[in-house]
T-cell receptor, first 110, second 111 residues
Framework: KQEVTQIPAALSVPEGENLVLNCSFTDSAIYNLQWFRQDPGKGLTSLLLIQSSQREQTSGRLNASLDKSSGRSTLYIAASQPGDSATYLCAVDSNYQLIWGAGTKLIIKP | NAGVTQTPKFQVLKTGQSMTLQCAQD?????MYWYRQDPGMGLRLIYY???????DKGEVPNGYNVSRLNKREFSLRLESAAPSQTSVYFC??????????FGPGTRLTVL
């Protein structure tokens, strides 16, 4: 059974720092891996999707990597800003079943 | 182009009452999903519909039923609400190889 773990559960850093969020999964037979952002009381916004055949995807200050063999993905955020404060969720897609991590709550201090 | 819309945004029910959560998408997506999100846990799939006319159980289907009314609409019904069904419910839709697009959520409280 696929399990997705995100570490750390919470992270607080000063504005301007580069940071890395981690996601690990137990079964490498995935279709894709997705990173989402969720603001308090709001819905989910897709940030990046990495197909199983890809190693990384980039969007602006965000870069996500995927290593299927080790069951790991990282989300790198460059030059963090207070507006990046949110909960970041990692989800693994296996045949319509999107298995979710519990998220990392990120706080960027001005 | 409204994306994925959900109604209602908030609902309070008493134990044993029934209700239907509505979801609609205007992106011509084939697949639609219902998730629930509980504090400290990741989202869990309740039911999904890979295409119009089909529905399948997800991880936590007990106590729920769904209807894929047409390509645009996918509803979730609670026949006899229980306090354990207090949660935030998200509907989503997608096409192959594309990220799921999520609705704003319905916050449900069962007393």
């Amino acid at each position: 059974k696929q399990e997705v773990t995100q570490i750390p559960a919470a992270l607080s850093v000063p504005e301007g720092e580069n940071l890395v969020l981690n996601c690990s999964f137990t079964d490498s037979a995935i279709y894709n891996l997705q990173w989402f952002r969720q603001d308090p009381g709001k819905g989910l916004t897709s940030l990046l999707l990495i197909q199983s055949s890809q190693r990384e995807q980039t969007s602006g200050r965000l870069n996500a990597s995927l290593d299927k063999s080790s069951g790991r993905s990282t989300l790198y955020i460059a030059a963090s800003q207070p507006g990046d404060s949110a909960t970041y969720l990692c989800a693994v897609d296996s045949n319509y079943q999107l298995i979710w991590g519990a998220g990392t709550k990120l706080i960027i201090k001005p | 182009n409204a994306g994925v819309t959900q109604t209602p945004k908030f609902q309070v029910l008493k134990t044993g009452q029934s209700m239907t959560l509505q979801c609609a998408q205007d992106m011509n997506h084939n697949s639609m999903y219902w998730y629930r999100q509980d504090p400290g846990m990741g989202l869990r799939l309740i039911y999904y519909s890979a295409s119009e006319g089909t529905t399948d159980k997800g991880e936590v289907p007990n106590g729920y039923n769904v209807s894929r009314l047409n390509k645009r609409e996918f509803s979730l019904r609670l026949e006899s609400a229980a306090p354990s069904q207090t949660s935030v419910y998200f509907c989503a839709s997608s096409t192959l190889d594309r990220p799921r697009v999520f609705g704003p959520g319905t916050r449900l409280t069962v007393l």
